[in-house]
């Protein structure tokens, strides 16, 4: 291994468990990557059924912006729904087998009536637009039903990130459960406030923003780490901050948290959430730039709305966690759980910063 090359097991400081080994001398072995997505950059493509005239061709519309007929933004119900309000059956339990009904929403959100623009490549004011409409969505779907316990909204773009339409999208599910790697971080987030009477993604943020230390071979006296302030931070805005992970599972990860402490999404301003798409933006267009076509899925966590996290508000930080897809996942990744990341976060957040906007 070569004196710059890193093999180590990185601890996730939200959630322990879900750790990552860093071992960037994997990167050189023979391998398939995943191939940029294919970009079909028109703006109208008459068969497809997210582009404008073709509103007959999927479900009613559930909400549009500004209006129906001049869209900029059309949210209608997922054609093949995960979870939907049609079960007639209630949850069972056969022995230890139990099943939770499959009641919920699923709902897509057609970004922008421009069929092939990328994400870095719409406005400020369009991805302003489109974060108000995830919060105002959520916070309806939430109003809309008791049972629902938690709302997630999501991007799949690439064939490899489980994009099935290319006409750029989101979509939103809404759930009878909390996902169990968002309640590991509530969890885990409240503990770590009890013990610390602070929040962890603050302390974390804080730390980006100021921490610096250098770590010696206790016998050669050599540097072994060293991390200089704002090494990990990406893009900074006026109320957002984007930053690489310390443990990222993927190899170009970034993650964008609010700089001042708010646990749920829908607590955002607008003045908020223009500087949320800012930041967005401008993180996307150096992913863009280093990377160039990469496929990716984004998603948001937020506090979920249920009693048994009620007393979470000071100790969680909703966040938007990108996640491009570089690699095809191996087989010691799916049986060990661990993820592989070949490129040493400190190398991919000094590429992506040096990026010129």
Known sequence: ?????????RINPIVPSDSVLVATARGSRPQKAEEPAPRDTRSHVDRCPF?????????????????????????????????????EYGNLALGLQQTID???????????DNHGIALHEMSEEHLTLLA???????????????????????????????????????????????????????????????KHHQCIFCTLIDEALTFEATIYDKHSGEVRRKINVGQYVIERGEHFIAIKPFASRFEWEIHILPLKHQADM???????????????????????????????????HSLPHTEDFEDCSPSYHWHLEICPRT???????????LF?????PEQAAEQLRAVVL
Not at 1 to 6: C, E, L, T
Not at 103 to 112: A, F, L, Q, T
């Open 1 to 9: 291994m070569s004196q710059d090359a890193v093999r180590e097991i």
């Open 51 to 87: 582009c404008t005239g073709n509103e007959d061709k999927t479900p009613p519309t559930i909400l549009a912006l500004p209006d129906e007929r001049h869209w900029k933004i059309r949210i209608v119900e997922n054609l093949y729904p995960v979870l939907g309000d049609d079960s």
């Open 102 to 112: 499959g009641y919920g929403r699923h709902e897509v959100i057609i970004d922008n």
């Open 132 to 194: 108000q409409t995830y919060q105002r969505r959520i916070r309806e779907l939430y109003e809309s039903d008791d049972r629902l316990k938690y709302v997630l909204a999501f991007k799949n773009f690439g064939p490899a990130a489980g994009a099935s339409i290319p006409h750029t999208h989101s979509q939103i599910i809404a759930m009878p459960v909390v996902p169990d790697n968002v309640h590991a971080e509530v969890t885990n987030s409240r503990a770590f406030y009890r």
């Open 266 to 300: 829908l607590d955002a301003s607008s003045d908020e959430l223009a500087d949320f798409a800012r930041v967005l933006k401008n993180s996307m267009a150096r992913l863009d730039a280093v990377v160039g076509g990469v496929q990716y899925n984004y998603f948001f």
């Open 327 to 337: 690699s095809i996942p191996t087989g010691f990744e799916l049986g060990s759980g």
């Open 340 to 344: 592989v990341n070949t490129i040493s």
